[in-house]
């Protein structure tokens, strides 16, 4: 009987091991392919102009970086929508919000300066695969979001696997143009895991 119990009480030791070792496991193999895990970039996005606005905005590389999911969250200020001309449209008129986003992009911004150079156009012109819920915008940029020209704008997504080196270096920005002459929130991307390294 005495050998029966230590037989059971270590084969549940050793069953309890087993799932303690799975488990401490699981998070680490799923961080890249979890959008809620752990961003590799972030943005803390704060006015510029006299809007109060701000946001922050998130991001996540896939295993082989051929791919950067996004989730830009805003606060204070409506999303909008755009058209082709880049005129925007207040989608939350008399609701109490000031301002609303009429265009909105990652732009270069060397040694951490913003410029004018746009990078990926997420919203005017939209990024085809760019999801609006509630104050949250979210895509995924690749290589495939690279254009030419935009209804003769001149502002062309780039391909991501050329732009890394920037983002992981904090040499790009995110720039949300608000409704209203100078208003915008802006923030640079940096690091936040080490998959840059």
């Known amino acids: 009987m005495k050998q029966n119990s230590t037989v059971l009480g270590l084969s549940i030791a050793a069953i309890f091991a087993i799932t303690v070792i799975a488990i401490s496991a699981t998070p680490t193999a799923m961080a890249k392919s979890d959008a809620n895990g752990q961003p590799d970039l972030v943005a803390t996005l704060t006015a510029e102009g006299s809007n109060d606005a701000q946001g922050k905005a998130l991001f996540w590389f896939n295993d082989d970086a051929s791919e950067l999911r996004y989730k830009i ?76 020209d935009h209804h003769g704008h001149g502002h062309n997504s780039k391909t991501l696997t050329s732009q890394v080196a920037a983002l ?30």
């Open 73 to 148: 969250i805003l606060n204070k200020v409506d999303v909008g929508s755009v058209g082709d001309n880049g005129t925007g449209n207040d989608k939350n008129s008399g609701k109490g919000l000031e301002y609303y986003v009429t265009k909105l992009h990652i732009h270069a911004a060397p040694g951490g300066i913003h410029a004018g150079e746009h990078l990926l156009n997420v919203v005017g012109p939209a990024d085809d695969d760019l999801n609006i819920t509630g104050h949250t915008l979210s895509g995924i940029w690749d290589d495939e979001d690279m254009t030419h």
């Open 168 to 197: 992981c270096n904090g040499d790009t920005d995110v720039n949300v143009h608000l409704s209203g002459s100078g208003e915008y929130i802006r923030g640079i991307i940096e690091t936040n895991s080490d998959t840059c390294s």
